[in-house]
């Protein structure tokens, strides 16, 4: 038996059949939850880190410079604009 055919066993009804929890646990804690909420986290992780290193490469494709001129072609020289 698996868990998907025990959640619908123990969940008869029509619109218990796409319930995230089983009878067994309950919507408060239960396996199936939790591991669709770790799976949910991961996505959202890998679109982070998806994200961190396009902007990496964009850092690097302009000359790995803090500051850039608005037209970012060329670096700002950082002790005309008052940094230590």
Do not use: W
Request: proline residues 4%; contains cysteine.
């Amino acid at each position: 038996m698996t868990a998907l055919s025990y959640h619908d066993e123990t969940l008869p009804a029509e619109g218990a059949k796409i319930a995230h929890f089983c009878s067994m646990c309950g919507p408060k804690f239960c396996s199936m939850k939790i591991t669709q909420d770790v799976r949910d986290y991961a996505a959202k992780l890998e679109e982070a880190n998806a994200g961190m290193a396009a902007k990496s490469a964009e850092f690097r494709e302009k000359g790995s410079e803090v500051y850039l001129t608005m037209d970012a072609r060329e670096p700002v020289d950082a002790e005309a604009v008052g940094a230590d």
